[in-house]
């Protein structure tokens, strides 16, 4: 930047100025910062704690520096490591875009045999965990098992503990990877009560999660290879997201040292809820309830009037259309010719197409987000909608693996403490009240 780089600050309070430097990101119009602590020598007195600055939700807040994934909200442009989404997913496998997430480059073939060979032997997981997993009730909520058991798997490797060792954080980085598609599958079969099926190391990362998905009694699964490369796309398209809810659950858990098995856990439970990772579900039952198209109007104004929301719109960052919805939908078809079609896509194109011409919608730039299409490809697929968010959380692993290494390695992290402005009482003396009748 050629001008002075600093911003210069007047505490009309107290009639003095400060010039705080501003420094950047790698994109000068879109990461200019200052650092929040240097607010702090701004202050009304000699006692005064200093000045704070006050961003419920991270509005405004940037929580790390970062060189895992890159979101331009308002241009609708997402990055992993530099690499379009696009690009990704029409080139890549997710193991080889779950490489790049963690490591930062593109694998060589050989690295990618390798790193495939890891993960492929870390997906059977202890049978105590089917034994702990049977303890659940017939109709638990898949997501709700799978939290409880990725925090369980922290006491079946208490050396994931040490996490400055890099070789033994390495170790769980593959168990991660590969025993979360073998949970989120048991998950499903203990919910219809149906027996456990073992990963078939001879599949692919996506086919081995159908075949323990939906395998029956067939000697080996075979996946249709269109629903098979859908479902890896999915996953690529879900890997990371930078700095979202449940990454930074993953981060903050994380930054107490705690093993990634409970940070994971953690970041899990947020992607549950259905402003995060729960809105797929949410689409899915939002469709159904709207029925038909020729209902949609009349959703389109109750959501107008406030009595719920357009699942799977909106987002935080993007204020245009989010660029992995473009790719689902264009998939959705392909599925479509293999399962046959949702009907319900028939209700989300209408949605989609009323509300993008709404008042109300282009005047708050609300445009579908990843969940508005996906679940509807899930469900032609065959898994039922409660299993939506479990497999939002399989792709996202190595968005929370990433992110959480980098937390680690990076000297300017420590726990993570945010202030409050506190707003209660001053000092007072207990008096306990006395019993009205
Ligand atoms: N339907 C109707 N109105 C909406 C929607 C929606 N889906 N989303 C936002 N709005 C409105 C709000 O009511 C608000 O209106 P107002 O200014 O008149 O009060 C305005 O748009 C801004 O909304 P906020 O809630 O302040 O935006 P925020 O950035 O906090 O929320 C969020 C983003 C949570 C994603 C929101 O858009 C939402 O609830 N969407 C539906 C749930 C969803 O699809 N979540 C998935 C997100 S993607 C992901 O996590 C993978």
Not at 219 to 245: G, S, T
Not at 282 to 303: C, H, N, Q, T, W
Not at 381 to 410: C, H, K, N, Y
Request: proline residues 5%; glycine residues 6%.
């Amino acid at each position: 930047m050629s001008t002075k780089d600093t911003l210069t600050i007047t505490d009309n309070r107290t009639g003095k100025t400060y010039e705080l430097p501003i420094a950047y990101g790698s994109y000068p119009t879109y990461g200019a910062f200052i650092k929040s602590a240097d607010l702090r020598q701004i202050r009304s007195s000699e006692d005064d704690f200093g000045l704070l600055s006050y961003d419920p939700a991270f509005m405004n807040t940037a929580s790390t520096k970062s060189k895992v994934t890159f979101i331009d909200g308002d241009k609708g442009i997402l990055r992993y490591r530099g690499y379009p989404i696009d690009q990704l997913a029409e080139k890549c496998s997710y193991l080889e875009v779950a490489y790049l997430l963690v490591y930062g480059e593109i694998p060589t073939a050989q690295e990618l045999a390798e790193w495939s060979h890891q993960i492929t032997h870390h997906t059977f997981v202890h049978e105590n965990i089917t034994k702990l997993m049977e303890g659940f009730r017939y109709d638990s909520h898949p997501m709700g098992m799978f939290v409880s058991t990725l925090a369980a798997l922290s006491t079946f490797y208490p050396e994931a503990k040490n996490i400055q060792d890099e070789e033994n954080r390495t170790k769980q980085v593959y168990r991660l990877l590969g025993k979360v598609p073998t949970i989120a599958a048991f998950c499903y079969r203990h919910s219809v009560g149906l027996p456990y099926v073992y990963p078939d190391n001879e599949l692919s990362y996506a086919g081995n999660f159908l075949s323990m998905m939906f395998r029956v009694s067939e000697r080996q699964y075979k996946p249709n290879p269109v629903l098979e490369r859908a479902l890896d796309v999915l996953f690529v398209l879900h890997a990371d997201h930078e700095q979202n809810c449940s990454a930074n659950a993953m981060r903050s858990v994380g930054s107490s040292h705690v093993d990634p098995y409970s940070a994971m856990a953690a970041a899990a439970a947020a992607l549950y809820g259905p402003l995060h990772g729960g809105a797929n579900e949410a689409v899915l039952r939002m469709l159904k309830e709207v029925g038909s198209k020729d209902k949609v109007p009349g959703f389109i104004k109750e959501v107008k009037e406030g009595k719920g929301r357009l699942m799977g719109f909106g987002h935080r960052v993007y204020k245009n259309y989010d660029p992995r919805a473009k790719i689902i939908k264009k998939m959705a078809d392909e599925v479509f010719e293999i399962t046959g079609k949702n009907p319900l896509i028939d209700v989300a194109l209408e949605l989609e197409r009323i509300a993008l011409q709404d008042e109300y919608f282009v005047k708050r730039k609300l445009y579908p987000n990843v969940d508005f299409y996906s679940g509807l490809i899930y469900q032609a697929m065959g898994f039922p909608v409660d299993t939506f968010p479990v497999l939002f959380a399989i792709g996202r692993t190595a968005g929370w693996i990433a992110q959480w290494q980098e937390m680690l390695s990076d000297p300017e992290q420590k726990i993570a403490r945010p202030r409050q402005i506190y707003c209660g009482h001053d000092l007072r003396d207990l008096v306990r009240p006395k019993y009205k009748k």
